[in-house]
């Protein structure tokens, strides 16, 4: 194994661990590590979930099956910011692909693509049904999105970023 976790991101893993593990599994740990990971290596990749497993004594396959299952964790490098697009039942009602398809064109990248800005990703229910079409961005919510507004809503993301590393 090749990688490393930081001294403050092993500091972090050691003090949630102290928190939260019981029954001396350490299970309760992996989001946050896998956050952290994400967030110094740029990706989930092989070596960075064996290092997860590593860290807190936990099977590989264990950590590669929550790496995997949640869109908030990408196994190749992306963009500085994540464009979550929602296609759920109330955005796809009231637009939501149509507004996927127009954050594709103004980007000139197709759903799971990446280019040094951004990385766009189709999402699942993000729990702003009310106001769909939506879509996150780090910890920014786009709300009641139209298509034509997509370009403005872009430079917006240039001048003022929402990176994912923001979550952790
Ligand atoms: S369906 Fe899009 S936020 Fe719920």
Do not use: W
């Amino acid at each position: 194994m090749s990688l490393e976790f930081s001294a403050d991101a092993t500091r972090k893993i050691g003090a949630l661990c102290e928190r939260y593990v019981v029954s001396g599994t350490k299970k309760p740990v992996v989001l946050a590590a896998l956050h952290l990971a994400q967030k110094e290596f740029g990706a989930l990749t092989d070596d960075a979930l064996r290092l997860v497993a590593a860290t807190l004594d936990l099977p590989y396959a264990h950590v590669y099956g929550v790496a995997t299952f949640y869109t908030m964790f990408r196994r190749t490098p992306g963009g500085t910011q994540t464009i979550r697009v929602c296609t759920n039942i109330s955005c796809m009602l009231r637009g939501g692909y149509e507004v996927l398809g127009a954050f594709e064109t103004q980007l000139g990248l197709k759903k799971g693509e990446s280019n040094k800005d951004f990385t766009l990703v189709e999402e699942e229910c993000i729990a702003a049904c009310a106001n769909a079409p939506c879509a996150i961005v780090g910890t920014k919510y786009l709300l009641d999105i139209v298509p034509s507004k997509v370009g403005s809503i872009i430079e917006e993301l240039k001048r003022d970023p929402h990176p994912e590393s923001e979550v952790v």
